[in-house]
């Protein structure tokens, strides 16, 4: 049997929600399971407003609204990213400014942040890459020295910390994603996270077309209309059913996913070192979610032998990320080979194993073994 590199989960009161939400007839954006995951979300991560949203590309869009960005500006982003990253701003007009990555973490080079400041710098958006927070404290001074807002894209780490607090509570908005391949999922979903209150009502109103809508359904106007930009950012109260059921399992998936971490590192550790290999790397003031397992081999031509050993293997293994400034859109903004030397090296050289969160150890184990049996 082929282990995939990722498989869904049915944490145990998915179809029970679902079925709940259609017998309150109540199957649109913002029903009773929707309020559910804002209220834990807000609860759990303590802040002041959470948005579930259609994906993390649509939070990461919605941000792009909030922060007012126009033709002309520029906003910070890893190379070292998913598209939706600098996307989600190039649609505003903005031009991303690419920022290169740290060896250990994998994640902004915060050294790197002066230089790239400008007068048109409108964001930094700093992604926690597997969960593992971005160096915060240095990200914020440097933000509020320039006053520029920073957004957290956290769709790998919910329920991670930096310092003993949530990643996605720094900035003054942050983004989470709930796709079928993270810990907790509704198969497409995100959420968008408010920490600075001066964004929640605008936000409220940009997700629900550039109408005051909410306020209507909370009794504040009689009637409402089109106020501002917008689109349609709410998912349906069906994927929120499923959301909610993931989200009160929580400790369960987390700890599932702890083990199966835990596994291959113990398991890889001394191979790694024999091989040149680097795991992934967690400072000590850092709990990650445990989102995936990457290994970080010596060259590319390593990295394309190991992905067909293991597919001889019947083993899903796959790379991440291309460089955004190589890609012909980052070139089209003035990318070229060599700005983010790290960015390149780790794109060349990185592959992530099977993760999921019923995998059994007996597959682990056929992982590892695998692994270990390469030449
Ligand atoms: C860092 C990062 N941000 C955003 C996204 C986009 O998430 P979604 O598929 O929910 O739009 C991804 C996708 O995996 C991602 O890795």
Same mark, same amino acid.
């Given at each position: ?5 990722? $498989? ?99 994640? @902004? ?17 700093? %992604? ?13 001074? %440097? ?74 359904? $909370? ?9 501002? @930009? ?72 390593? $990295? ?13 293994? %796959? ?16 990318? $070229? ?30 992982? %590892? ?7």
């Amino acid at each position: 049997m082929r282990i995939p590199f990722n $498989r869904p989960f049915i944490s145990g009161r998915e179809f029970e929600f679902i079925q709940q939400a259609i017998d309150n007839w109540q199957i649109s954006g913002d029903g009773t399971f929707t309020k559910r995951c804002h209220a834990l979300l807000e609860s759990e991560l303590g802040i002041p407003r959470a948005l579930l949203t259609t994906s993390c590309t649509h939070a990461l869009e919605m941000v792009a609204l909030l922060l007012e960005i126009k033709p002309g500006d520029e906003v910070i982003v890893p190379s070292f990213t998913f598209v939706s990253v600098a996307n989600a701003f190039v649609l505003r007009g903005a031009r991303p400014v690419f920022i290169d990555i740290r060896r250990d973490t994998l994640n @902004l080079d915060e050294t790197k942040l002066e230089d790239l400041i400008t007068p048109r710098t409108k964001a930094i958006v700093a %992604v926690h890459y597997a969960g593992v927070g971005c160096e915060m404290d240095t990200i914020m001074a %440097v933000a509020e020295s320039h006053s520029i807002p920073v957004v957290e894209d956290n769709a790998h780490g919910l329920f991670g910390k930096y310092k003993g607090k949530h990643l996605g509570t720094f900035g003054a908005l942050a983004t989470l994603s709930f796709h079928e391949t993270k810990n907790l999922s509704c198969g497409e979903g995100g959420a968008l996270l408010i920490n600075d209150p001066q964004y929640i009502e605008r936000a409220e109103i940009i997700r629900e077309k550039g109408t005051n809508r909410n306020r209507f359904f $909370r009794g504040q106007i009689d009637k409402y209309t089109w106020v501002d @930009l917008g689109s349609s950012y709410l998912p349906s109260d069906i994927l929120a059913a499923f959301l909610n059921a993931q989200l009160e399992s929580r400790e369960d998936i987390q700890s599932r996913r702890k083990r199966i971490w835990e596994y291959y590192f113990e398991h890889l550790k001394e191979w790694a070192v024999n091989h040149a290999v680097q795991l992934p790397f967690v400072p000590d003031y850092c709990e990650q979610p445990y989102h995936m397992f990457y290994l970080l081999v010596p060259s590319l031509a390593v $990295r394309q032998a190991l992905i067909a050993h293991l597919n001889a293997r019947e083993v899903n293994s %796959v790379f991440h990320y291309q460089p955004l400034h190589l890609s012909s859109m980052g070139q089209q903004f003035g990318g $070229r080979a060599g700005d983010c030397p790290i960015t390149e090296r780790v794109s060349d050289c990185l592959l992530r194993l099977p993760f999921y969160n019923d995998f059994t150890e007996g597959d682990q184990e056929r992982v %590892v073994a695998a692994v270990k049996d390469f030449k």
